[in-house]
T-cell receptor, first 114, second 112 residues
Framework: KAGVTQTPRYLIKTRGQQVTLSCSPI?????VSWYQQTPGQGLQFLFE???????NKGNFPGRFSGRQFSNSRSEMNVSTLELGDSALYLC?????????????FGEGSRLTVL | AQSVTQLDSHVSVSEGTPVLLRCNYS??????LFWYVQHPNKGLQLLLK??????LVKGINGFEAEFKKSETSFHLTKPSAHMSDAAEYFC??????????FGAGTTVTVRA
């Protein structure tokens, strides 16, 4: 059974640009969550999607957005990149909800903003 | 509001000795609690979870954790550390059905 796949694994952008990250969950999983991981702030929740609907959102500015497709694949977008957006972005999938069982994480997309 | 505090940012142990990682939580109701592990350049992996069943929870790779409501703690232990246990460990509490709160993490170093 394939795990959670995130693409790209590494990317470098400059300030002001935008970036789109992709996450393919485990087959059959309908919940996809996104997290930002930085040395200073640790792991912070961005948002969670289920059946193409955003069910919860963390405390991030509107530059951070996401969506989920009918096949449960998810994308997140960050517009007008800032230096502070440099981070590891982790995607996690679950069968229905994150808290009832095991969350399966991808290996992350490491974004560097110059 | 619920939150989680990991009391040690870094723990160093010798191979073959016990490991103790401390976690305290605050919650307005009985939460679900988890421990996850992250090896370098990898995603997180679930070690174990507490969901109001037995207070002593056994996980993978010989880890276990005890839920103590009176102390609002969920400490992670392993009787004998292995070199492969070197990683970062996160204590996690549910905020609601869809949102988790992660502790700041504890980095474990295992000395040969």
């Amino acid at each position: 059974k394939a795990g959670v796949t995130q693409t790209p694994r590494y990317l470098i952008k400059t300030r002001g640009q935008q970036v789109t990250l992709s996450c393919s969950p485990i087959s059959g999983h309908r919940s996809v969550s996104w997290y930002q991981q930085t040395p200073g702030q640790g792991l912070q929740f961005l948002f969670e999607y289920f059946s193409e609907t955003q069910r919860n959102k963390g405390n991030f500015p509107g530059r951070f957005s996401g969506r989920q497709f009918s096949n449960s694949r998810s994308e997140m977008n960050v517009s007008t990149l800032e230096l502070g957006d440099s981070a590891l972005y982790l995607c996690a999938s679950a069968v229905t909800t994150p808290n009832t069982g095991e969350l399966f994480f991808g290996e992350g997309s490491r974004l560097t903003v110059l | 509001a619920q939150s989680v505090t990991q009391l040690d940012s870094h723990v160093s142990v010798s191979e073959g000795t016990p490991v103790l990682l401390r976690c305290n939580y605050s919650s307005s109701y009985s939460p679900s609690l988890f421990w996850y592990v992250q090896h370098p350049n990898k995603g997180l992996q679930l070690l174990l979870k507490y969901t109001s069943a037995a207070t002593l929870v056994k996980g993978i790779n010989g880890f276990e954790a005890e839920f103590k409501k009176s102390e609002t703690s969920f400490h992670l232990t392993k009787p004998s550390a292995h070199m492969s246990d070197a990683a970062e460990y996160f204590c996690v509490v549910t905020l609601n059905d869809y949102k988790l709160s992660f502790g700041a993490g504890t980095t474990v170093t295992v000395r040969a």
